[in-house]
Nanobody, 125 residues
Framework: QVQLVESGGGLVQAGGSLRLSCAASGRTFSSSATGWFRQAPGKEREFVAANSRSGVFTYYADSVKGRFTISRDNAKTTVYLQMNSLKPEDTGVYYC??????????????????WGQGTQVTVSS
């Protein structure tokens, strides 16, 4: 089991930036895939970005490519999501996720094993 705690959310104007952090404890973090999902009111949870277990490969939803960057610091057992050029449609609760398994589809929320409690991101127009 891994415990995940997100931070860094808040209110920002369109075009601004935020950096989310997710601190992990428990199971060996360095051998886990890590990812970010988000959920807007009335919508399903959707994939945002992920790191492979090795950290070598990264994956992004088309809607955030070129604007968001996922990274991880194994020494600090923390994964980050740098969000630039934010848009109102990026508004939602952002969740950190982790799994020790090899995933064939990082975008499928049901395949992730551990989840944080979420942090709210609101982008005003």
């Amino acid at each position: 089991q891994v415990q995940l705690v997100e931070s860094g959310g808040g209110l920002v104007q369109a075009g601004g930036s935020l950096r989310l952090s997710c601190a992990a404890s428990g199971r060996t973090f360095s051998s886990s895939a890590t990812g970010w999902f988000r959920q807007a009111p009335g919508k399903e949870r959707e994939f945002v970005a992920a790191n492979s277990r090795s950290g070598v490969f990264t994956y992004y939803a088309d809607s955030v490519k070129g604007r968001f960057t996922i990274s991880r610091d194994n020494a600090k057992t923390t994964v980050y999501l740098q969000m630039n050029s934010l848009k109102p449609e990026d508004t939602g609760v952002y969740y950190c996720a982790s799994t020790p398994q090899i995933l064939s589809n990082y975008a499928r929320a049901d395949d992730w094993h551990d989840w944080g409690q979420g942090t709210q991101v609101t982008v005003s127009s």
